[in-house]
């Protein structure tokens, strides 16, 4: 461990989960522990045959003796570890920089160990190990071997059933592994709950105080619900920008054994939730995790698993492609929360001059554009002087006027002035036509192109399946226009990248420690014999992933319902 952090500190690996939490201390003795016993085991034959304590000369050359015996299956057995993790480095992106610092850790701790168990390790037996050695087995072992001997009969003597058996163990895993689904991370229960709750654009402030109000009001009615924490709008430091009509409410659980039913599931608690909150007007709502909607951000931009991205110039002809699309994904088995982006919706004030009225009358666009922009955006009238700081006083009119479209057709906008005459006005109204539209929302771009993002978030399903179905279905029954075309966002991109490049350098692997096995044993039969354990050691993997669920298995192609089930 003492190399190890050095290790870290000199390659500048932080100790975080991923790094200190993938040693495996089992590993890291593994070398030591056989030289370790090969030397007692020595120790104690040549004590039992002089019938004496060994001499201080006797243990060393015994220790360099037994440790030599054993050097080679304990040198290989590290190496082979320690290349397990070298396909790793291979991946970039994000997520190299998630899985980097892991394999740099454990490698550092295994070449560690390595050199100590040539070193330390039997320089340590040699000088402390100088009383009487005994080799006996523990009760544990005595029990162990009771159980272990007659089924180490019953595999010599029925080898040929156990060797079927195991064949057999093999061609079953691998059909459960193609059934299993595929995702970048597994989705874990966070304790808490991450509501997006988004309302339509150009709501003021007052009003989606108001609402977020009722939302939290009514999500605190819950008995499981400890706190609700909101935040709404653009902060100060704009890490993290939102309108007035977007709010991310963090909903806190009570622990588990505080609920009034311990064992209601979280997915029961999660359809009540949205059963609830659906009752109060004016919101629509999407359902993730805190943590799981941050990391989705930050790889994709979008806050959902799934993120279809529709590019194109036409903001009318992209709101209606991503409508498409949404309706596809949301007919998809596990689809949950699809939504489109809000790219319109914004009520809109638009003043269309009359260019033959202005005519009439002498005035031209700028005599409007003037009057306009003084009365509606305000004019510097002066400044206030604070210290040595100074503010612009802006006048304009008030927000009620501001709102009211038949106050601003009565703008008064002057003539120009005849020669001895007094200088006369016109109403707004009568050389400009005024008019409330719904106007874009926003207008986002990615690679300088327009898009639109149609969001979903998958449950009941693994995400690598869910993204193909995706991809089939929006090819066939979404068409796009010329100059359009569609991607896909999320943290399957990583996973898809990881899956390319482990493909080519997992084999690359495996081949390498057939290698190292061939050099050891000399041996194809014998190297092949202990390269099988891969293979089998699989099966136990895949039984694993699928008793504790994760990822969830692919639906079958004719499946058609909806499961709301939450990740375990």
Request: with cysteine; hydrophobic share 50%.
């Given at each position: 461990?003492?190399?190890?952090?050095t290790?870290?500190?000199?390659?500048r690996?932080?100790?975080n989960?991923?790094?200190l939490?993938?040693?495996?201390?089992g590993?890291?003795?593994?070398?030591?522990v056989i030289?370790?016993?090969n030397?007692l085991r020595r120790?104690?034959e040549?004590q039992?045959r002089?019938?004496r304590l060994l001499?201080?000369?006797?243990?060393?050359?015994?220790?360099?003796?037994a440790?030599?015996?054993v050097?080679?299956?304990s040198l290989?057995g590290?190496?082979?570890?320690?290349?397990?993790y070298?396909?790793i480095?291979a991946?970039?992106?994000?997520?190299?920089?998630m899985?980097h610092?892991?394999?740099?850790?454990?490698?550092?701790?295994?070449?560690?160990?390595?050199?100590?168990?040539?070193?330390?390790?039997p320089?340590a037996?040699?000088l402390?190990?100088?009383g009487?050695?005994?080799?006996?087995?523990?009760?544990v072992?005595r029990r162990a071997?009771?159980?272990?001997?007659?089924?180490?009969?019953?595999?010599l003597?029925l080898r040929t059933?156990f060797?079927?058996?195991a064949?057999?163990?093999?061609?079953i895993?691998?059909?459960a592994?193609s059934r299993?689904?595929s995702?970048?991370?597994?989705?874990?229960?966070?304790?808490?709950?991450?509501?997006?709750?988004?309302?339509?654009p150009?709501?003021?402030?007052?009003q989606a105080?108001?609402?977020?109000?009722?939302?939290?009001?009514r999500?605190?009615r819950?008995?499981e619900?400890?706190?609700?924490?909101?935040?709404l709008g653009t902060?100060?430091?704009?890490?993290?920008?939102?309108p007035?009509?977007v709010?991310?409410?963090?909903?806190?659980l009570?622990?588990?054994?505080?609920w009034?039913?311990?064992?209601k599931?979280?997915?029961?608690?999660?359809?009540?939730?949205?059963?609830a909150v659906?009752?109060?007007?004016?919101n629509?709502?999407?359902?993730?995790?805190?943590?799981?909607?941050?990391?989705?951000?930050l790889?994709?931009?979008?806050?959902?698993?799934v993120?279809v991205?529709?590019?194109g110039?036409?903001?009318?002809?992209?709101?209606?492609i991503?409508?498409?699309v949404?309706?596809v994904?949301e007919?998809?088995e596990?689809a949950q929360?699809?939504?489109?982006?809000?790219?319109?919706?914004?009520?809109?004030?638009?003043?269309?001059?009359?260019?033959?009225a202005?005519?009439r009358?002498g005035?031209?666009v700028?005599?409007?554009?003037?009057?306009?922009a003084?009365?509606?955006?305000g004019a510097?009238?002066?400044?206030i002087f604070?210290?040595?700081?100074r503010?612009?006083?802006?006048v304009?009119?008030p927000?009620?006027?501001r709102?009211n479209?038949?106050?601003?057709?009565?703008?008064?906008?002057?003539?120009?002035?005849?020669?001895?005459?007094?200088?006369?006005?016109v109403?707004?109204?009568?050389?400009?036509?005024i008019e409330?539209?719904?106007?874009?929302?926003?207008i986002?771009?990615?690679?300088g192109?327009?898009r639109v993002?149609?969001?979903?978030?998958?449950?009941?399903?693994?995400?690598?399946?869910?993204i193909?179905?995706?991809?089939?279905k929006?090819?066939?029954e979404v068409?796009?226009?010329s100059?359009?075309?569609?991607?896909y966002g999320g943290?399957?991109?990583?996973l898809?990248s990881?899956?390319?490049?482990l493909?080519?350098?997992?084999p690359a692997a495996l081949?390498?420690?057939?290698?190292?096995?061939f050099?050891?044993?000399?041996s194809v039969k014998?190297?092949?014999?202990v390269?099988s354990?891969?293979?089998?050691?699989?099966?136990?993997g895949?039984?694993a992933?699928?008793?504790?669920?994760?990822p969830?298995?692919?639906?079958?192609?004719?499946?058609?319902?909806?499961?709301?089930?939450?990740?375990?």
């Amino acid at each position: 461990m003492l190399l190890t952090i050095t290790g870290m500190v000199q390659t500048r690996v932080s100790g975080n989960l991923m790094s200190l939490g993938a040693l495996d201390f089992g590993l890291i003795v593994d070398g030591a522990v056989i030289i370790v016993e090969n030397c007692l085991r020595r120790f104690g034959e040549a004590q039992h045959r002089l019938g004496r304590l060994l001499t201080r000369e006797e243990r060393f050359e015994l220790t360099a003796s037994a440790t030599d015996e054993v050097i080679r299956p304990s040198l290989f057995g590290v190496l082979i570890i320690t290349l397990v993790y070298v396909p790793i480095f291979a991946l970039t992106g994000v997520e190299g920089k998630m899985f980097h610092p892991m394999a740099i850790t454990v490698v550092i701790a295994l070449t560690a160990a390595m050199v100590l168990s040539l070193t330390f390790v039997p320089a340590a037996v040699a000088l402390f190990v100088a009383g009487r050695v005994e080799e006996k087995e523990s009760p544990v072992m005595r029990r162990a071997r009771r159980v272990y001997q007659p089924a180490l009969d019953a595999a010599l003597r029925l080898r040929t059933a156990f060797v079927a058996g195991a064949v057999v163990l093999v061609v079953i895993a691998g059909f459960a592994a193609s059934r299993m689904g595929s995702e970048f991370v597994p989705n874990l229960d966070e304790g808490d709950i991450a509501l997006h709750a988004l309302r339509i654009p150009g709501t003021s402030l007052t009003q989606a105080v108001q609402m977020q109000s009722a939302l939290e009001a009514r999500l605190k009615r819950f008995p499981e619900v400890e706190r609700v924490v909101a935040k709404l709008g653009t902060a100060e430091v704009a890490t993290d920008p939102m309108p007035p009509s977007v709010a991310d409410t963090f909903v806190m659980l009570k622990d588990r054994k505080d609920w009034p039913d311990p064992r209601k599931p979280r997915a029961e608690l999660l359809a009540e939730l949205q059963a609830a909150v659906v009752t109060i007007p004016g919101n629509n709502y999407e359902f993730t995790q805190p943590i799981q909607m941050r990391f989705n951000e930050l790889l994709s931009g979008v806050r959902a698993d799934v993120a279809v991205k529709v590019f194109g110039d036409d903001l009318d002809v992209l709101l209606s492609i991503g409508e498409a699309v949404g309706s596809v994904v949301e007919g998809i088995e596990g689809a949950q929360d699809v939504g489109v982006e809000q790219i319109t919706g914004l009520p809109v004030l638009q003043i269309t001059p009359d260019r033959a009225a202005l005519a009439r009358l002498g005035l031209n666009v700028e005599d409007v554009q003037d009057v306009v922009a003084a009365s509606i955006g305000g004019a510097v009238a002066g400044q206030i002087f604070e210290g040595d700081r100074r503010f612009d006083v802006i006048v304009r009119l008030p927000e009620d006027i501001r709102r009211n479209v038949d106050e601003i057709g009565r703008l008064q906008i002057p003539l120009p002035a005849a020669e001895g005459a007094p200088r006369g006005f016109v109403p707004l109204q009568d050389v400009a036509k005024i008019e409330v539209e719904i106007g874009p929302n926003q207008i986002s771009r990615e690679d300088g192109k327009r898009r639109v993002v149609v969001t979903a978030n998958v449950r009941g399903r693994d995400l690598g399946s869910f993204i193909t179905e995706v991809q089939q279905k929006v090819g066939v029954e979404v068409e796009l226009p010329s100059g359009y075309w569609v991607s896909y966002g999320g943290t399957f991109e990583q996973l898809i990248s990881a899956a390319k490049r482990l493909q080519l350098v997992v084999p690359a692997a495996l081949l390498l420690i057939f290698g190292l096995l061939f050099a050891l044993f000399r041996s194809v039969k014998d190297a092949a014999i202990v390269f099988s354990g891969v293979p089998l050691a699989l099966t136990g993997g895949v039984a694993a992933l699928l008793l504790r669920g994760c990822p969830s298995p692919s639906p079958p192609a004719s499946a058609s319902s909806r499961s709301p089930v939450w990740p375990s």
